[in-house]
């Protein structure tokens, strides 16, 4: 069965200092992995995409089969990065989006 | 880019009266739809994946005749919340699967639509 777990259900940093958000997933096959945000009042919407291999708002996330993780990772927080963050998978018919739980990311002035 | 409208944003209704959400990609086809539920300050469950023209396949513990989803076209379904209990009061979201240009999948969601039942 396919899953998505996020350790961590709140993580504080200070501004500048570097950040990383954790997922784990379990999937039999070869998943497509997403990084998806949601600053408050706002909708969900997509951060990053492990196929993309991008760099958006200065994250990055590295697919880790070995391992089976796909942790977010910033190296300098900013305030504005403060959001729910939310690691999901799906197999690559694109069938069965599932998330995990979420990290609620506080970035302190 | 995509964009998925839902409506309605807030619905209050009375208890045993049926309420329908509508999701619809704007300028995109979306031959899959998601419909999720957000209880406060949790995450997304998946409830259903939406196929158009076909029918709708449920999560475990979701009950379908609870629950009604329609993807009659490509750019809209519909969640449909019949008989509708307090317990049902929740956030819906829907969302919808597109192709990147990479062909990744890409999912673009709705603003969601709060349901309270009185």
């Known amino acids: 069965a396919q899953r998505v777990t996020q350790p961590e259900k709140l993580l504080s940093v200070f501004k500048g200092a570097p950040v990383e958000l954790k997922c784990n997933y379990s999937?039999?096959?070869?998943?497509?992995l997403f990084w998806y945000v949601q600053y408050s009042r706002q909708r969900l919407q997509l951060l990053l995409r492990?196929?993309s291999r991008e760099s958006i708002k200065g994250f990055t996330a590295d697919l880790n089969k070995g391992e089976t993780s796909f942790h977010l990772k910033k190296p300098f927080a900013q305030e504005e990065d403060s959001a729910m963050y939310y690691c999901a998978l799906s197999g690559q018919d694109g069938q069965n989006f599932v998330f995990g739980p979420g990290t609620r990311l506080s970035v302190l002035p | 880019g995509a964009v998925v409208s839902q409506h309605p944003s807030w619905v209050i209704c009375k208890s045993g009266t049926s309420v329908k959400i509508e999701c619809r990609s704007l300028?995109?086809?979306?031959?899959?739809m998601f419909w999720y539920r957000q209880f406060p300050k949790q995450s997304l469950m998946l409830m259903a994946t939406s196929n158009e023209g076909s029918k709708a396949t449920y999560e475990q513990g979701v009950e379908k005749d609870k629950f009604l989803i329609n993807h009659a076209s490509l750019t809209l379904s519909t969640l449909t919340v019949t008989s509708a209990h307090p317990e049902d009061s929740s956030f819906y979201i829907c969302?919808?699967?597109?192709?990147?240009?990479?062909?990744?999948?890409?999912?673009?969601f709705g603003a969601g639509s709060r349901l309270t039942v009185l």
């Open positions: 999937y039999s096959g070869s998943p497509e």
């Open positions: 969302s919808a699967r597109s192709r990147g240009l990479t062909g990744a999948n890409v999912l673009t």
């Open positions: 492990h196929i």
């Open positions: 300028d995109f086809q979306a031959t899959t």
